[in-house]
């Protein structure tokens, strides 16, 4: 059983067009962290997130925490071919344990 | 350069045969971990060490085996590998910050028993 449920599973859009990856949770988390991985390689860091109702914004992605810290967001603008990859959520729970989701594939077509 | 680096990189193998594959980090980390990658399951953590002779079991531990004999290495053994352990294999290391702070991977390694 995943603790973390991520949605969609897979996402193929076009080049220029929006998207949001969902990771939700019936438990609260002390920090939520999002990687991103690409074919043949391990996942690579893109943000923590650790206060209720944070949002931090890295160029064209915004990523949100919810108020209660059970889920979070992350939105895409102008998707681009290099934002193809495997996106994946983790949270830490209050005993520092961290927990991966099952991760979102998203595809970008040019 | 700040890395982590797994050996091999691929490996097939057959029931039985013992392997071990390697992970390596120059950061300093004390905290290291192996998690396995099945399609559909994610990253499920097989077994963590907080730092040197300090190991613990992780959400799928049965038919693995680790050491942590010097801070910058963590090999994950398989005494008696089976077809059900096939799978893409990631060491990731940090710094223990009391919760998990940014992991880093190594590019994984692919293995398949027959």
């Known amino acids: 059983t995943q603790l973390l449920e991520q949605s969609p599973q897979f996402l193929s859009i076009q080049e220029g067009e929006n998207l949001t990856v969902y990771c939700n949770s019936s438990s609260v988390f002390s920090s939520l962290q999002w990687y991103r991985q690409e074919p043949g390689e391990g996942p690579v860091l893109l943000v923590t997130v650790v206060t209720g109702g944070e949002v931090k914004k890295l160029k064209r992605l915004t990523f949100q925490f919810g108020d209660a810290r059970k889920d979070s967001s992350l939105h895409i603008t102008a998707a681009q071919p290099g934002d193809t990859g495997l996106y994946l959520c983790?949270?830490?729970?209050?005993?520092?344990?961290?927990?991966f989701g099952a991760g979102t594939q998203v595809v970008v077509t040019p | 350069e700040a890395q982590v680096t797994q050996n091999p990189r691929y490996l097939i193998t057959v029931t039985g045969k013992k392997l071990t594959v390697t992970c390596s980090q120059n950061?300093?980390?004390?905290?290291m971990s192996w998690y396995r990658q099945d399609p559909g399951l994610g990253l499920r953590q097989i077994y963590y060490?907080?730092?040197?002779?300090?190991?613990d079991k992780g959400d799928v531990p049965e038919g693995y085996k680790v050491s942590r004999k010097e801070k910058r290495n963590f090999p994950l053994i398989l005494e008696s590998p089976s077809p059900n352990q096939t799978s893409l294999y990631f060491c990731?290391?940090?710094?223990?910050?009391?919760?998990?702070?940014?992991?880093?991977f190594g590019e994984g390694s692919r293995l398949t028993v027959l």
């Open positions: 950061m300093n980390h004390e905290y």
């Open positions: 983790a949270g830490t729970d209050s005993w520092g344990k961290l927990q």
């Open positions: 060490s907080m730092n040197v002779e300090v190991t």
């Open positions: 990731a290391s940090s710094f223990w910050t009391g919760g998990t702070g940014e992991l880093f």
